[in-house]
Nanobody, 121 residues
Framework: QVQLVESGGGLVQPGGSLRLSCAAS????????IGWFRQAPGKEREGVSC????????YYADSVKGRFTISRDNAKKTVYLQMNSLRPEDTAVYYC??????????????WGQGTQVTVSS
């Protein structure tokens, strides 16, 4: 059973940084691409970034390109999202999910609880 648990969120001032973690259990992390998503109040969930199973390919939404970096350590069963130069509009609940391929919409398993990121002065 695919299980992913997000952590690392918090309150940060504009321009600050956070690193989110996505810990896997119950499956072989290296078998899946992993995406980060976010949902702001009153908005639909949107894709933020995705990394291929080997880590060789990464993808970013235009809104975070150049500020966020996705990485993974399959041995540690963890995927990271380093977020720099944070803006108030980055405020959202952040989720990670497994995918067969970054290019598909459907996730494997179900959504977790997410981790709240709040960017405010």
């Amino acid at each position: 059973q695919v299980q992913l648990v997000e952590s690392g969120g918090g309150l940060v001032q504009p321009g600050g940084s956070l690193r989110l973690s996505c810990a896997a259990s119950g499956f072989i992390l290296g078998s899946y691409d992993i995406g980060w998503f976010r949902q702001a109040p009153g908005k639909e969930r949107e894709g933020v970034s995705c990394i291929s199973s080997s880590g060789s390919s990464t993808y970013y939404a235009d809104s975070v390109k150049g500020r966020f970096t996705i990485s993974r350590d399959n041995a540690k069963k963890t995927v990271y999202l380093q977020m720099n130069s944070l803006r108030p509009e980055d405020t959202a609940v952040y989720y990670c999910a497994a995918k067969r391929h970054c290019g598909v919409t459907i996730i494997v398993g179900s959504w977790g609880q997410g981790t709240q990121v709040t960017v405010s002065s």
